[in-house]
């Protein structure tokens, strides 16, 4: 009893103390993400298709309205394992993620300030066996960090080419100082 007393008393402390949260699922009872998008992010999961000798994933078709314009430039850019890529902010162009191989963490900060869901931080972890196609439009704070313990190789099809000359392409440095003041996201 006096065992059971002192853990009732432990328990209080941690929760009044916010030490012990509820282990909540990315999905819920029917399978579907966890999650209130920001405005204007879409993630569309794909299911692997078996066949005889392994599995096919369809990253892209032009029929998706998620992808919703043409694809005028693929490439893929890998992450070495622990290491994080953020915060990267497009100004014109919306990135088209999918992650090939691989275990990694995207989020994604809503600072717009005319935006419905100004504020708002998404989070979502993807790999081969939770793959889908992550579509992030202009001016969200956005990137990774590869939580796995092999390189991960992540697919982009931004919707504009990349421009050798003026890129659309800002960065935050995640350690920075300011990255703390504006993003309220720790990876
Ligand atoms: C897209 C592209 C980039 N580059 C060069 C420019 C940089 O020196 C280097 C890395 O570029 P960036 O960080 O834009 O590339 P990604 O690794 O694809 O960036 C991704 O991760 C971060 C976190 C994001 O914020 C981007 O939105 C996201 O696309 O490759 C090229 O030479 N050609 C290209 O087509």
């Given at each position: 009893?006096a ?12 929760i ?24 204007g992010?879409?993630?569309?999961p ?9 599995h ?8 998706w ?29 919306t990135?088209r ?22 504020g ?6 993807v ?6 196609l ?5 001016n ?12 991960a190789?992540?697919?982009n099809m ?30």
């Amino acid at each position: 009893m006096a065992v059971q007393d002192s853990t009732d008393v432990a328990l209080r402390g941690l929760i009044g103390g916010n030490e012990l949260v509820a282990k909540h699922s990315a999905v819920n009872e029917r399978g579907a993400l966890r999650l209130d998008p920001i405005h204007g992010i879409e993630f569309r999961p794909t299911r692997p298709v078996p066949h005889e000798d392994g599995h096919v994933t369809e990253v892209a078709r032009a029929s998706w309205d998620i992808i919703g314009g043409p694809i005028v430039q693929v490439h893929i850019t890998t992450t070495m394992p622990g290491r994080i890529r953020a915060w990267g902010l497009h100004q014109r162009s919306t990135d088209r993620l999918f992650v090939v191989s691989g275990l990694v963490k995207i989020a994604v900060f809503d600072g717009r300030l005319d935006s419905p869901t100004c504020g708002r931080v998404n989070e979502f972890t993807v790999s081969e066996k939770n793959p889908g196609l992550l579509v992030i439009p202009p001016n969200l704070y956005h990137g990774w960090k590869n939580i796995g313990t092999e390189e991960a190789v992540i697919i982009n099809m931004p919707t504009s080419q990349y421009d050798y000359e003026g890129p659309d392409a800002l960065d935050l440095s995640w350690d920075s100082e300011a990255a703390s003041r504006i993003v309220p996201y720790r990876f």
